[in-house]
Every structure is written in C-alpha cells, then in structure tokens.
C-alpha cells in the first residue's frame, strides 16, 4: 500500500493518505524498508515537509528499538533522512513534530551509549552542523533546545584531521538518500569558520547564535579549539584593516570573543 500512495504529492488528501499509511507501518523493518525500498519510480525523500518529518520520526523510533541489528548503510541512509527533515521547510504548524524529532535524534545511540551521529556511519558533520544553525521559525521548548545542542557539539567534537570515509552524498532532495562515494570529511578549520560566522555582529541576537553561544559555555573542549583557531587567525595575520567588520575575524569582534571566552 505504501508503494501505490502518491509519495512525490503535494495535495492535501494525499499528504493526508501518505501519513496514515506511514502510521499504520509497523515498527522495525516495516519502517526500515522503506529507505531500501522506496515508492516505484519515486525519490526515497517525500517531498512534502509533513510526510518528511513523519517519516523521519518514524525511522528514528525504530532505530531506537533495535539499532544494533540494523546494517550500517540502513542506519546512515536513516539519519541522513532525518536532516533533510530538519533543512525542510516546516511551518508553524509542524513545530511540535520538529522539537520532537530533535529530542529523538539526541537520544540515537548505539549499545553503550555511543552517539549515532558520530562514526563512519553518520552522515557529513557539515551537513549536520548546517542542520543545527538552521533557523528554526519558532520557539522549539527547552528539551529540543538542548537536543540541537547536543547535536551541534556531536557535528563539531571531536575535532580531528580529515579522513576517507565512505559517506552519503546530498542528492536533489537536499541530501536526502544519494549515492554513497569516497568523500572527505570537513576538517577543523572549515568547520570552526562556519561556526564563528553565527558569531559576527550580522548574527547577533539570531536564534544559531545563542545556541553556539550556549554550546561555548558548556563545552571546555569546544571553547578551548576556538581559542586555538582564533589565536592561529592572528597569527596567520588575518587580523587586519582589511577584515570585514560583520566577519568573527575582525579585531573588535575577536577581542570580545576572546573576553567572553
């Protein structure tokens, strides 16, 4: 039934019909399959935002309930699934269903308490970082909150020299399910940069820059490698007239960086 339903629809009675189909799917490999098996001739991403976080959250609980035994291809397909879900474009209505699916990626783990968004398995740490810092639209609640923290700092930490992993690449659907090929990860400095960029007089008061700014004032680790990333800014002497005022590399900027730091 999942297979004949107008998956790539954007009508009501058809996003409606795609959500109670995704409900009346039981748990486990009912869910699961449909990242192995997606409607004929349809992408493996639904395009309306409703099915996608419908989709997600189920994928996500059935992880939940037996993630050891899921083959590691199936569990990144998965959470790349999910941050397509974030990146979509959810409206008011759909807030709810957001924060929680933010609070059950938080909780993805593997026997032993390891996170699901970190490993050979997980999908790029840039994608997840940009997943993070995307603007939300409304308030989330103080769980979800705290869940898109949790999964800022498992983007960024720990921070390593790049490695060759085979990972997913973005498709049309904005990353949802692509191909997979030897790809490199992000390394520090990429990421650090993107992150600071939430930092600059631009971003200031914006919903992504108190969330790094929170993730500063919890995370030593973190607040110690922006401190080395900005002391090799000045000595890569990027610290100039010529620094843009709006850029988290300015002298102003970096001076009350570090202050606050």
């Known amino acids: 039934g999942l297979a004949r339903m107008r998956w790539a629809s954007n009508r009501r009675d058809a996003v ?20 192995a098996c997606p409607p004929q001739g349809l992408s493996r991403c639904p395009s309306h935002p409703a099915v996608l976080l419908r989709l997600a959250d189920s994928i996500l609980r059935a992880l939940a309930a037996d993630i050891a035994h899921v083959e590691s291809e199936t569990c990144s397909r998965a959470l790349s699934l999910v941050l397509a879900a974030f990146r979509s474009a959810a409206v008011p209505s759909q807030q709810e269903e957001l924060a929680k ?60 020299h790049p490695s060759e992993v085979a990972l997913p690449v973005p498709g049309s659907s904005e990353g949802c399910m692509g191909e997979r090929e030897l790809q490199k990860q992000p390394g520090p400095v990429a990421l650090l940069d993107r992150l600071l960029r939430e930092l600059s007089p631009a971003s200031k008061g914006s919903d992504a820059s108190e969330l790094v700014r929170k993730a500063l004032t919890q995370s030593r680790e973190l607040q110690e490698a922006v401190l080395a990333h900005l002391a090799a800014a ?17 002298p102003s900027v970096w001076l009350q960086l570090m202050k606050e730091l």
């Open 101 to 160: 699916l933010w609070e059950a990626a938080a909780k993805a783990r593997f026997p032993g308490g390891a996170s699901a968004w970190r490993g050979q398995h997980a999908p790029r740490r840039d994608l997840l970082l940009e997943a993070c810092l995307r603007p939300q639209g409304a308030v989330l609640g103080k769980a979800a909150t705290e869940a898109r923290q949790e999964l800022l700092l498992s983007a960024m930490l720990p921070l390593e």
């Open 16 to 35: 409606a019909e795609a959500c109670a189909k995704l409900d009346a799917l039981p748990h486990g490999n009912g869910v699961l399959s449909v990242l």
């Open 234 to 250: 000045k000595f890569r002497n990027s610290l100039d007239k010529r620094s843009r005022h709006d850029s988290p590399y300015s």
